[in-house]
């Protein structure tokens, strides 16, 4: 079975510029969440898509924004692109309602982005 | 608002000895999840072993074991007979009623040949 795929694996991008970022859930999980690994600043939470919709939202600017496709897999934008933005992005899957009750994160390998 | 805290931004100990890594949080709320994950240098996230909160056991999982204590609102992380690949940077999550998992900024742990 296929793990939490993320592409790319590396992406630079100067100020001002707009990022893509793309994410394919493991097969069956309908929920995806979005977490920024900038150095020293552990996971933040970005986003959170099920089904289509954005659950919940961190607290990071508008430019920050992304959705889910039918097919789960999601996207996330980020748009005029700062310095500190420079991060690593990792996507995390899982099933909205679990069976054992716990939530637990499938993570991919991440995408790091880098702004000049 | 929820908050994880990890105290030990770094640590280091020697093959086979037993480490304990530390972790609080804060919530108001009786139920909730307690998760601790570890990312290897490859990057790769991956699920440690989980707790929840209404389960007074404290949860094991082969060499890796909780001490949870929820008065205290503490939630440590102890690894006995350290190995190598045990190196890596440990993070401890909270999730919430809104399945919002909430990490902290992680504990690098480097195991010493």
């Known amino acids: 079975e296929a793990g939490v795929t993320q592409s790319p694996t590396h992406l630079i991008k100067t100020r001002g510029q707009q990022a893509t970022l793309r994410c394919s859930p493991i097969?069956?999980?309908?929920?995806v969440y979005w977490y920024q690994q900038a150095l020293g600043l552990g996971l933040q939470f970005l986003l959170w898509?099920?089904?289509?919709?954005?659950?919940n939202r961190g607290n990071f600017p508008p430019r920050f924004s992304g959705r889910q496709f039918p097919n789960y897999s999601s996207e996330l934008n980020v748009n005029a692109l700062e310095l500190e933005d420079s991060a690593l992005y990792l996507c995390?899957?899982?099933?909205?309602?679990?069976?054992?009750?716990?939530?637990?994160?499938?993570f991919g390998a991440g995408s790091r982005l880098t702004v000049l | 608002a929820q908050t994880v805290t990890q105290s030990q931004p770094e640590m280091s100990v020697q093959e086979a000895e037993t480490v304990t890594l530390s972790c609080t949080y804060d919530?108001?709320?009786?139920?909730?999840?307690l998760f601790w994950y570890k990312q290897p240098p490859s990057r790769q996230m991956i699920l440690v072993i989980r707790?929840?909160?209404?389960?007074?056991q404290n949860a094991t999982e082969n060499r890796f074991s909780v001490n949870f204590q929820k008065a205290a609102k503490s939630f440590s992380l102890k690894i006995s007979d350290s190995q190598l690949g045990d190196t890596a940077m440990y993070f401890c999550?909270?999730?919430?009623?809104?399945?919002?998992?909430?990490f902290g900024k992680g504990t690098r742990l480097h195991i010493l040949p």
């Open positions: 097969s069956g999980h309908t929920s």
């Open positions: 999550a909270f999730m919430n009623r809104d399945d919002k998992i909430i």
């Open positions: 995390a899957s899982s099933f909205l309602y679990p069976v054992s009750g716990a939530n637990v994160l499938t």
């Open positions: 898509y099920d089904e289509g919709e954005e659950r």
């Open positions: 707790q929840e909160a209404y389960k007074q």
């Open positions: 919530t108001s709320e009786s139920n909730y999840y």
